[in-house]
């Protein structure tokens, strides 16, 4: 899988820096995932239970999705730049829980089971509830939306992302007023997810916002990409996408969001605040210790691009940080 992307100079230099991964082990990763990888390897050709990486399209959709996917592009969100191919974004991912390198989730999150799923939200809210991945999909109202997507290692990328505007979610339950920030939870599996084995990093993976960020009408949780349901690899069943600011806080397979009224650590800022702050906006003008900021890599293409303050989406956000 690994030759989709071919290593060019600046993933060398971007491996000479340390990824967002320095705090992780890789090592202990890979022999807790021997036995594993040889499951996947024999899945990939055809010998294992066959289910296949549902990363491309025709695979396994039940009916709601069937019903969903694709769904109607909102023409309000227009890229500047070609969409990244799906099969690079979807073989050079972060999602630790299922290793550090960035060929290892398209293998081994396939070991995740999306369904049944439940999303818990709670906490500050008068009506808290426990809401079925599928239900969820029938009630809310899901669009399209072309983002980019920066991660503060210096890649981007352009996907479609299919999902709902998260105040949708809010609106059900109804944030008391007392309610600052609101804290989201990725699943704890440590046995499917084997980076979690790793007991002393902050598992389960958090992040938040603050209320007015989540209530920002370009706060998006993406339950699809590329006209399909989200493959495991970017987060399936369900994961935030907030495109101005840096890629870690757009957490993925969301099992729990909480409202409360304090700013909560998150899985980044335990393990290195000063690195990744919790506000993390992209901001060309704040260099990062380990990755200038001031310009970008696209995925796939390699085409460099000067860095935009917010990503980009200054028009819907700046306002909030006035
Ligand atoms: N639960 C969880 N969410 C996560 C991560 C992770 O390791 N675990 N990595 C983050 C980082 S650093 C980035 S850049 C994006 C990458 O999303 P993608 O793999 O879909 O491109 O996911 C974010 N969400
Ligand atoms: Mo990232």
Redesign the pocket.
Known sequence: MANYIKKKDWQISENLATP?SAYLRRREFIQGTALTSLVTVGALYGCGPSTPPNSLPGVEWNDTEKSIYPAKRNSEFELDRPMTDEKI??T???????GTDKAD?VNYAQKLNTRPWKVEVGGLVNKPKTIDIDDLLKTMPIEERLYR?????A?A?A?PWTGFAFKELLKLVEPKSSATHVKME??YQPFTAQ?QLAFWEPW??T?ALTIEEAMNEITFLATG?YGHPLSN???API??AVPWK?????????VKIELVDYKPMT??TTLQGLEYDFTANVNPGIPHPRWPQNREKM?GTGAIRATMPYNGYGKYVAQLYS
């Open positions: 967002e974004a979807g050079y991912n972060n999602f630790y829980e299922f989730p997507l920066r991660c503060v290692e890649w990328m996907v990725t699943f980076g389960a993976y992040e990409i690899q970017h987060g994961r935030l840096y890629g870690f806080k757009s957490i993925k397979s969301i899985f980044w995925l």
